[in-house]
């Protein structure tokens, strides 16, 4: 799935689901350690920046660090989880670095704050405690926030929360701590969880969710992956509250779903003129009506009107989107006739 890094290079590398010999965990697949969306707090999803490799240098901006670098090529996961809804923290992160001797490590624990700052971004204020175990404060990049950074062995570990400060930042990082601490003593596939209907599930959405299912195999036409849905709300964009897109070879669909109200309106405006039907071939659906338009330039696009909802299937957004996309198979009748007569309520 395109949009969820799911560190899969790493743990192809050699990590498997079950402990290696005297009990350690196989270190070679670090990818499998990492923090979950089901570790995590309802609402988030996967952040841009998962990766695992091995770790390069600051480029000289920290000299001595570099040369550490340099010596003891670690190995490093990085984690980033963005909230989706729910309220604070905004973000969270998890840094693994797998050193290839415990004295490596030690030696890394001692340069851990220049060590986070600069792979991560992670800005270690303010520490408490002491040994191989802190708990930190941080200024943070955007808002203040808390973590724990200890070292295991080989093994270098921060967790991150940006967004609670003081003591309610401190517990989050601690539950969070011992959620990593568990991944690690048990490490599993990581491509078992994916983000792509936490959008969906924002309980701030008061309209009802008409979708395809995670995927869509309509005879003659390719088949439509789920790629991701969003809670955009009205402000967010041309008015709808709800967008859902579906990949498929050589094209996709995506579903805008409106209030019936809020899509009067737009139709009112110089862009909604683009959701007008020229040519109009009405379709029957389960619980409401929908119409199939064929606009000047070869366009086709949908609406599916249900009592509470509007879905828009690949509406223009844009003056200048309103061209035709002859090579998509869902650019057709047949294409918009599928989809409009398939959507179902989540």
């Not at 395809?212 to 992956?225: C, I, N, S, V, Y």
């Amino acid at each position: 799935m395109r949009r969820i890094a799911l560190l899969l290079v790493a743990f192809a590398a050699g990590c498997g689901g079950e402990p290696s010999v005297g009990g350690e965990a196989d270190l070679a697949g670090p990818a499998a350690m990492m923090l979950r969306l089901s570790d995590l707090p309802a609402g988030f999803r996967y952040g841009n920046d998962r990766d695992c490799g091995e770790v390069g240098t600051t480029d000289g901006n920290v000299p001595e660090l570099d040369q550490f670098l340099i010596a003891t090529r670690p190995r490093a996961c990085f984690g980033d989880f963005s909230r989706e809804w729910g309220g604070e923290p905004a973000t969270v992160q998890t840094v693994l670095f797998v050193f290839d001797s415990e004295d490596d490590a030690r030696r890394a624990w001692e340069v851990r704050k220049a060590l986070f700052a600069n792979f991560g971004r992670i800005l270690i204020t303010s520490e408490h405690g002491r040994h191989d175990a802190v708990t930190f404060d941080s200024s943070g990049v955007l808002k203040p926030g808390a973590g724990e950074v200890w070292r295991d062995g080989r093994l270098v570990v921060a967790v991150y929360e940006e967004g609670l400060g003081g003591e309610e930042g401190r517990d989050f990082a601690s539950d969070l701590a011992q959620k990593q601490e568990m991944r690690i003593e048990s490490p599993s596939d990581p491509t078992e969880e994916d983000d792509r209907e936490i959008g969906l599930e924002d309980p701030a959405i008061t309209i009802p969710v008409y979708w395809l299912g995670r995927k869509f195999e309509p005879d003659g036409l390719p088949k439509l992956t789920l790629y991701r849905g969003d809670h955009v709300g009205p402000a967010a964009g041309p008015g709808s509250d709800v967008k859902i897109d579906y990949d498929a070879d050589g094209g996709g669909v995506t579903l805008d779903l409106w209030k019936p109200e809020a899509w009067r309106r737009f139709k009112t405006t110089r862009l909604g003129q683009f959701a007008r039907c020229g040519r109009r071939i009405a379709v029957e659906v389960a619980g409401g009506r929908a119409e199939v338009c064929h606009a000047d330039g070869g366009r086709w696009f949908a609406h599916a009107y249900y009592d509470e909802v509007v879905v828009a299937v690949n509406m223009a957004y844009c003056l200048t989107c309103d061209e035709p996309q002859s090579d998509d198979p869902y650019n057709s009748r047949e294409g918009m006739e599928a989809v409009v007569g398939d959507l179902k309520r989540r």
